[in-house]
Every structure is written in structure tokens, then in C-alpha cells.
């Protein structure tokens, strides 16, 4: 808690009071409403962190007004949960409401003695120690107003390295894990008994704790935190409120700096947040015995009629929804005001004409910049093809690859054009003015042409990929050099080009040992375990990053080189890179403490060369690096990465995924299996009692529902997943990502299951439900299916997927079970993987938003540019990256 500030806005609460406000919001749609009300809530609790009376009266003030409102809508009592799951509960609001009681008592007295100048402050009293703790009414009321301190808070104390930490949970607990930060120490609750004084039990700490315990004189504050206390005072006979009263009343030799806090949540908050700085993320918290909670949760779904069905999520509900302008936002709430207020007066959902212009106007403008580009890239292409060039050759693919994202806006262009054409549509259906209609035919007409233009550039596409499928079989028809006359290794790597996709005999190897047989095409069967040979070790050399050397280069904004045909493994490494949790592991050298040496899978190798190779990519220095060593690691215990062909980024991050677990795989968990739910058991089972923190950042765990449609008997099986993959529906050019997610989510009929109570062959419903959600959530678009119609051919779905940059709801998708779990369900995108072109050509990128900069860049092989938000979303999309992790810098 900061000084409190001056008052500088009002003289009186009266005034205060006019400032609190709020309009009419009885037309305004629910979801605005919470967000709203929630944002309001975050920036009180800020303001008064920050040591700002008034602007945390009045933003509390307006949240109980905010919330007074939710309550008198009329959709109240269908949105009474989600009210509850956003806002908390009558107890967490109650809490809030003693906090503005708190403070308004403070400015009530800090007015009065603005009347009144010889009054001494409340804030000197609290810090400058002047009389005893004890001995004054106004700095109880300081110690209880500022008895709670945030995750996000302790952190940033944790950082400035101000602040000492207690942790009074017991001894064994402490052991299992607790805060890496040097000033935090265990006062075991073994030891801390009601009546004791704090000479007393400080005798009865180790030597380490009796030092740590001395500091409490000296640090800036200090903060008690146990497994999941969240109220201040807490709960009476706990050991963190004996310890809290030690400290306070019975601790005469010490002046404390700042009032005594404790961690809201406590550790089971704390390491949600930030388990990077623990030094066990995955443990968890003592279960409190509740029967009768365990007993609901083994009924998931009490009616068959709860579950929605596939059939009824049909591919007519996968219509386009309006257009969101993310590059400007007051326009698209506009938009979605004016639909709103539509939809209630019951009149069809379109936008005005004079929207429909700006929008197209903004659209033209950006879609004939990228003709532009297209067309003098194409000219090169077109070049090369006359001057009879090697389409395929490594000079030419940076080219190619810039003509494949190039086409992949056009994709979407058509797709945005279309969109104002059946917005115009449906305004023709409505009564218009000679103005408006002579408005509509201008629009018409740049519609019309905009479709010309969009049929010349797919000619213009399909005669490229008619050349260059000439140009491909003409290489499959080379004879291949022999191994004397080959190049060297280095010339090929040191391209910052790609290679041909072509097969492992065609190209060099990247180590002697790789002179084996062809390399097979990858497949896309999910269910398979990566595949390894246990025969191969990689031996210990010096690594080889290749740096080339840039000027003023932003830590984190490194390239990557590509080895040929490398984009797919480039773009989910420069995801993983900017997944802040992991790269601050890699950095700090964390995972050197967790690697798993008897792994016979990968020996560690794997997490070493990652974090070798996320150090070079955050010292900042260089344009850009190889991967190589990395590259020859993956390709030893994976056959299909070993050649030159392009593979599945999906693929590379799902084995990638499972080797980094097992070469961390160290953190033991010791759990009561008598005491353990249904799910608990099953994440047991699969982690073998060793867990990671791969594990904990990407690894969520599903639920599988299966109800018999005769007696409604109910049975569930557990099953971790470290990724989400969902299909894209049929028949849909554009389609939301929350559609994906419900088409996933719903319910299938199984014929043919053995019912455990009905002992017979029975028709049942089959439902997914996400048991327990990962910190980092990964989703991976099913973009390629074999079409039956050409020899299963895979064939890729080109559809534009919108996804949200910021809010992403989980709740509508969560067991019952973790429903009822204090975790965040909201999630923030940080990444996306694009794929642009076909199974026969395409190329990879990524987009990620940096966490120091706050801005989205980007990462095309070795080239690094910032990107605009709009620009986020794309029909190249196949891989969307996820955290409901609290932002953080990298300060390392």
C-alpha cells in the first residue's frame, strides 16, 4: 500500500458523492454491463493501492451503482450465475462494501481536519510510529483497511525486493514447495500457538527463519500468507491469525514500516498467477472434506435435456456475424450499439448506409494496397517463370512465401466484400430515399468491381500453381547428386532462404549419421505417441546459433533462420518464446534445477537446447538466429523432422509438448488417493505422481460424459490434453470461434453402449467438458481433411475464423466441478501460428504480442516487423495461443 494522497478533488463527501453518478443503463446488453462493472472494481482496488482516497471512493461508489443496476434488469435471473461468477458472491461484496466503509470513515475524518490543521493525520500516525500499535482507533482502522494484499501486488514487491513474505503454512507443506524469493521463510503453524509472544516463537524457528525473521524491522512491508485465506481479518483460531496477532500486539521491540498484510487467495492464488516463482507450481491446496459437493460433481449433467446436441448445432447456425473494424474501436461499439438497439425494437440487424460507405471505403483503400504489392510480386514470379529460373530454387522461396500471404489477404478481401454485399442486401429490403437508393447503387457498383478484380487475382493464382506444380514435378524428375559431389552442410544453412519440399534424398543431411532410407511423409493422426529411438544419443558439442548482429534490436524481437523448409518449427518457437512464463524459466535458468536425467526418452536434451535457444532470442542483440542445434536434437528422436520436407507446426508442437514434459518431468506430488476425486485419480495416473511445469502451464485435463438415454445412468473417464483441436464447420466461409467451441462441447448419440445399470446394449449421449483448464490454453484449427472424393487427398478449409483478441469466455465449456474452482475463465490471445497456402506448397508465420512492449509483432523466418491489431485475425490461422496469466515483463 502506497502513502495515502492528497486530497486534491473535493473539500467534502458531499461533492464526492455528485462525482459517483452513473447514466441510464436499462437498454445496455448484460455482457457490457459486467465488463463494466468488473473493470470498475479492478481500477478502485488500483486507487486505493495507490494511496488514492477519493478516486477509490468514487470508483467503488459506482461499482455498487453498477451493480444495483445488473440487479434491477429484467434478464437478472437468467444471468444470476454469471453475475455471481464475474462479480463474486454476497460475501466477496460484502467484503468490498467494508472497504468503502473504510475509506469513506478515513476522508470523513481527513476533511475534518482540513477544517481543522492541528490534527495529526492519520497517515503520519501509521508512519511514523509514534504511538504504540495498539494504543489508537485510526491506525486500527489503517491496519484493517489495508489488511489484504493482491497476487499481482506481492508480486510487484517481490520484484522491487521490498517486501519480507511469511509463510505460515506447516513444515511438510513448505517442503513440497514454496516462493523461490529470497526473503520469504517459513513460520510453520506447527509452531504458532494462541498467547505466545513474538520473542518467543521466534526462539522456536531454525536458524535460517530466526535471520529472515530479525529483517521484519527493516523491510518496506511485510506479508503473511498461508494456502487460501481472502479475508481480513481472517478466519479466528487459524494459524494465520494467531500469527497476525503475534506480530501486531505482542511484538513491543518493533516498529513495523507499513501495516501487516496477507495474500488474498493465499498460495493456492499465488501459484496460479506466478508458478514460475515457486518452486512447485503443481501442488495443491489442502481439500476441505465435503461430501456432499463430491457427490454432485459425479453428476454432471442431472436432465438429458441440459446436453445440446450436435444435431441441433447445425452448419445454418454458422452464419456470418457482423464485421468488427478492430482498428477502431469507438466504430465498432457504434456498430454494435446500433444492432443492439436494432435487435430490441425488433427491426432487421444492418448498419446505416453512411457506415456501410466508411467501411467500405476503409476496406477498398486496404485491399488495393495489397493489389499493389500482389501485382509487382507477381511481375517478379511471372519473370522468373519466362526466364525459365528454378521455381523451386532456395533464392526464389522468400518470394513465393511473400506471394502466399499476399494471396491469403485477397482471401480474406473476398470474404469482406462479401460481407458488405449482404449488408447492402438487406438494406435494399427496406424502404429507402431517393438519396439513400442512389448511395446503394454507388456501393453496389464498387462491390461489382472489387468482384472483378477478385476474379482476375484467382486466374492469376491458379496459373502460379499451375507453373509451379510443373516446376515441382520437373525437380521430382532430377536425379539427385551423389554424396561426393553434394554441397557442404554450412552453404545450405547459411541461406536465409527455404528449400524445396522435397524428400530426405534429395537434399544433403544435416549430420552423416541421417544417411538412411526415405523419409515418409508425416501423417495427421492425432492419437498417435511421438515416436523415438532409444539407440540415438546426441553428443555434447558447441552450439551454433549463426547470430547476425542488429542495431537496436528489441529483446525478444529475434528471427529465426530458416534450414530449410523450417517455418513451422520457427513459428511455434517464437510462440513458445513469447509464452512469458516459459521464457522467464528458460532465462533464469529454473529448469536446470527440474531436469529429468533418467528420462530414456530425451535425457533433457530437449528443454536445454529450447531454453539455449529462447536466451538468444531475448539477449537483444541479434537480427537473427539459427536453430540448429535444436533442429539436430529433434530430428535424433523424431524421424519425420530429420529431412527437408515442410511438417505440421500442430505436430512439432504436440510432440514438442510431451518432450519438454518428460525432461522436466521432476516435481513430485504426494496426494492421499483415499481422499482424491474421480479426476484427481486420473491426472495421478497420467502423471505417474512426477509432474512439470510444462505440465502446469499448457496441460488441462477433459471430462467425458456418456448418460444412458433409458435409466440416465451417468459415466465419466478423464483424459489430459495439452491442446485443444477443433474442427471447422462445413459449408461456412466465416464462422466464430465460440461456434468451434460449442460444436466440440456438445452432445453426440453413441449406439450401442454397455450401461453398467441397465446390463444391456443401450443408445446413449456422449458430452466433453473441461474438468480442469491450463493456465496457457492452446488451440489448434483442424484446417486439412482428407477429401474421400480424391483419393483422401488432404485437402485444407480456407475458412476465416473470428477469434477473440481479449476476453475469451471458457465458463460455457467447464465440468460442473471446476465451475465452483476460484480460477480465472477468462483468457487473453498472446500467439497465433498461421499456415498460408496448401498441402503442396505453404508456409508459416507467427504473431505474437510482446510482453515488454505491448504491441503485436510479426515473426516471418529471420524477419521481424510490428503488426497492426487488425491485422490479427486472418484466415491463416491455425494455431491460437491463450493465457489467463496475469501480464508480466521480463526483467531479466
Not at 453498477?66 to 460475501?91: C, E
Not at 491469403?408 to 442486401?425: F, G, Q, T, Y
Not at 495421478?684 to 511445469?693: D, G, I, R
Request: hydrophobic content about 35%; some cysteine; charged content about 25%.
Amino acid at each position: 500500500m502506497a502513502q495515502l494522497k492528497k486530497l486534491y478533488m473535493s473539500s467534502n463527501i458531499e461533492d464526492l458523492e455528485k462525482m459517483t453518478i452513473i447514466p441510464d443503463l436499462r437498454n445496455t446488453s448484460m455482457k457490457i454491463l459486467l465488463n463494466t462493472t468488473r473493470k470498475l472494481y479492478v481500477a478502485a482496488e488500483e486507487y486505493r493501492l495507490d494511496g488514492d482516497e477519493e478516486l477509490a471512493y468514487i470508483t467503488y461508489m459506482k461499482y455498487f451503482n453498477m451493480l444495483t443496476a445488473i440487479r434491477k434488469k429484467s434478464d437478472y435471473a437468467i444471468h444470476k450465475t454469471t453475475v455471481r461468477q464475474m462479480l463474486g458472491d454476497t460475501a466477496s461484496n460484502r467484503r468490498i462494501m467494508d472497504s468503502l466503509e473504510l475509506i469513506s470513515q478515513s476522508l470523513l475524518l481527513r476533511y475534518e481536519q482540513l477544517q481543522c490543521p492541528v490534527a495529526e493525520p492519520i497517515a503520519s500516525i501509521v508512519g511514523n510510529g509514534q504511538e504504540p500499535k495498539s494504543s489508537t482507533g485510526e491506525l486500527a482502522t489503517n491496519f484493517a483497511r489495508l489488511g489484504l494484499i493482491t497476487c499481482e501486488e506481492l508480486y510487484r514487491r517481490m520484484q522491487e525486493k521490498s517486501v519480507l513474505v511469511m509463510d505460515c503454512r506447516s513444515s511438510a507443506d513448505y517442503e513440497v514447495s514454496h516462493l523461490t524469493y529470497f526473503c520469504a521463510f517459513n513460520v510453520p503453524e506447527e509452531l504458532i500457538t494462541p498467547g505466545m509472544s513474538a520473542g518467543r516463537l521466534q526462539a522456536r524457528l531454525s536458524s535460517t527463519g530466526k535471520a529472515a525473521w530479525a529483517s521484519r524491522a527493516v523491510k518496506d512491508s511485510v506479508v503473511l500468507i498461508d494456502w487460501n485465506s481472502k479475508d481480513s481479518p481472517p478466519a479466528a483460531n487459524t494459524a494465520i491469525a494467531t500469527l497476525l496477532d503475534i506480530l501486531k500486539n505482542w511484538d513491543p521491540d518493533v516498529t513495523y514500516r507499513a501495516p501487516i498484510q496477507l495474500v488474498e487467495g493465499g498460495y493456492e492464488f499465488f501459484i496460479m498467477m506466478y508458478p514460475t516463482h515457486c518452486t512447485n507450481p503443481s501442488v495443491q491446496a489442502p481439500q476441505q472434506n465435503n461430501n456432499d459437493i463430491e457427490t454432485i460433481d459425479d453428476i454432471e449433467y442431472p436432465s438429458i435435456n441440459d446436453i445440446t446436441m450436435k444435431e441441433d448445432i447445425s452448419a445454418k447456425d454458422f452464419k456470418p456475424r457482423p464485421n468488427i473494424n478492430r482498428a477502431s474501436k469507438p466504430t465498432a461499439m457504434r456498430t454494435y450499439d446500433q444492432q443492439g438497439l436494432n435487435k430490441a425494437n425488433g427491426a432487421p440487424m444492418t448498419k446505416p448506409i453512411a457506415e456501410i460507405m466508411r467501411d467500405q471505403e476503409e476496406f477498398l483503400q486496404r485491399a488495393e494496397q495489397n493489389d499493389v504489392q500482389l501485382e509487382s510480386a507477381s511481375k517478379m514470379w511471372k519473370r522468373q517463370a519466362i526466364e525459365g529460373d528454378d521455381l523451386n530454387a532456395v533464392e526464389n522461396q522468400e518470394l513465393r512465401f511473400r506471394i502466399l500471404q499476399l494471396e491469403s489477404k485477397a482471401l480474406d478481401n473476398v470474404i469482406e466484400n462479401n460481407r458488405l454485399r449482404d449488408e447492402l442486401d438487406r438494406l435494399k429490403e427496406e424502404q429507402l430515399t431517393a438519396k439513400e437508393v442512389e448511395a446503394t447503387r454507388n456501393i453496389e457498383s464498387k462491390i461489382k468491381e472489387r468482384q472483378r478484380l477478385d476474379d482476375q487475382h484467382e486466374q492469376e493464382r491458379l496459373e502460379r500453381e499451375r507453373q509451379l506444380a510443373i516446376a515441382r514435378e520437373a525437380k521430382k524428375a532430377y536425379k539427385s547428386p551423389t554424396p561426393a559431389t553434394r554441397p557442404p552442410q554450412h552453404d545450405l544453412f547459411d541461406s536465409l532462404g527455404s528449400v524445396p519440399k522435397v524428400s530426405g534424398e534429395d537434399m544433403p543431411p544435416i549430420d552423416p549419421s541421417y544417411e538412411s532410407s526415405r523419409v515418409e511423409r508425416p501423417t495427421f493422426d492425432r492419437a498417435m505417441k511421438p515416436q523415438h529411438r532409444t539407440e540415438e544419443r546426441p553428443v555434447q558439442r558447441v552450439r551454433d546459433f549463426s547470430p547476425v548482429a542488429g542495431h537496436n534490436v528489441g529483446r525478444g524481437l529475434t528471427g529465426l533462420k530458416n534450414l530449410g523448409n523450417t517455418c513451422y518449427m520457427n513459428s511455434i518457437l517464437q510462440c513458445l518464446s513469447n509464452t512469458v512464463q516459459l521464457t522467464e524459466y528458460c532465462i533464469s535458468d529454473k529448469y536446470k534445477d527440474y531436469i529429468s536425467r533418467s528420462n530414456s526418452r530425451t535425457n533433457g536434451h530437449v528443454i536445454e537446447e529450447v531454453a539455449a535457444l529462447i536466451k538468444e532470442l531475448w539477449n537483444g542483440q541479434y537480427k537473427c538466429v539459427a536453430s540448429r542445434d535444436l533442429r539436430y536434437i529433434v530430428g535424433q528422436y523424431q524421424q519425420i523432422f530429420r529431412g527437408f520436407d515442410q511438417q505440421d507446426s500442430h505436430e512439432f508442437l504436440t510432440i514438442l509438448m510431451d518432450w519438454l514434459h518428460s525432461d522436466l518431468q521432476t516435481l513430485r506430488v504426494a496426494r492421499q488417493r483415499e481422499t482424491m476425486s474421480a479426476s484427481e485419480k486420473a491426472w495421478l495416473e497420467f502423471t505417474k505422481a512426477k509432474e512439470s511445469m510444462i505440465l502446469h502451464l499448457f496441460y488441462g485435463q477433459m471430462k467425458s460424459t456418456v448418460k444412458c438415454v433409458a435409466c440416465h445412468k451417468e459415466s465419466a473417464t478423464y483424459e489430459c490434453f495439452s491442446n485443444l483441436s477443433l474442427e471447422l464447420p462445413p459449408n461456412s466461409n466465416v464462422c466464430q470461434l465460440s461456434q468451434c467451441m460449442d460444436m466440440y462441447f456438445s452432445g453426440e448419440r453413441i449406439h450401442g453402449w454397455n450401461c453398467p445399470n441397465c446390463k444391456t446394449k443401450r443408445d446413449a449421449i456422449k458430452k466433453l467438458d473441461i474438468s480442469k483448464l491450463p493456465p496457457v490454453l492452446v488451440v489448434h484449427l483442424k484446417r486439412f481433411y482428407a477429401d474421400p472424393s480424391n483419393s483422401c487427398a488432404y485437402i485444407k478449409k480456407q475458412n476465416y475464423l473470428r477469434f477473440p483478441l481479449e476476453n475469451l469466455e471458457m465458463n460455457p465449456y467447464i465440468a460442473r466441478a471446476e465451475s465452483r474452482a476460484g480460477t480465472p475463465k477468462t483468457y487473453q490471445l498472446y500467439a497465433v501460428s498461421n499456415h498460408y497456402g496448401s498441402m503442396e506448397g505453404g508456409h508459416y508465420t507467427a504473431f505474437c504480442k510482446s510482453a515488454n512492449y505491448g504491441k503485436w509483432f510479426k515473426f516471418d523466418d529471420q524477419i521481424v516487423t510490428t503488426l497492426d491489431t487488425s491485422n490479427v485475425v486472418s484466415s491463416a490461422a491455425y494455431i491460437l495461443f491463450y493465457t489467463r496469466l496475469p501480464p508480466m515483463q521480463l526483467s531479466l
